[in-house]
């Protein structure tokens, strides 16, 4: 059983950026990957990015050229860079570890963002 804890979140203007992280605890497989999803008031969670233990990443449409997703491996430690964000960024921002086809969930961390 992992355990994933995210923090950074917080209530910010509209242009401005945020730094979440998350550290994952437990039995961890070399092959994994980690990543970010993300739910909005009323809608359904969705994907904003994923990275590789090998360091190769996805990131949605949505978020492309704003959020930057990166890891320490030596930590077991994912985290999000938000630049230039949007009110529409507003959301509980989950963090996710995949291994064994597993999928492990943090409990989140609430964005705001006034405009």
């Known amino acids: 059983q992992l355990q994933l804890v995210e923090s950074g979140g917080g209530s910010v203007q509209a242009g401005r950026a945020l730094r979440l992280s998350c550290p994952a605890s437990?039995?961890?497989?070399?092959?994994?990957?980690m990543g970010w999803h993300r739910q909005a008031p009323g809608k359904q969670r969705e994907f904003v990015a994923s990275i590789s233990n090998s360091g190769s990443t996805n990131v949605a449409d949505s978020v492309k050229g704003r959020f930057t997703i990166s890891r320490d491996n030596a930590k077991n430690t994912v985290y999000l860079e938000m630049n230039s964000l949007k009110s529409e960024d507003t959301a509980v921002y989950y963090c996710?570890?995949?291994?064994?086809?597993?999928?492990?969930w943090g409990q989140g961390t609430q964005v705001t963002v006034s405009s």
């Open positions: 996710v570890f995949t291994q064994l086809s597993t999928n492990s």
């Open positions: 437990g039995t961890i497989f070399r092959l994994n990957s």
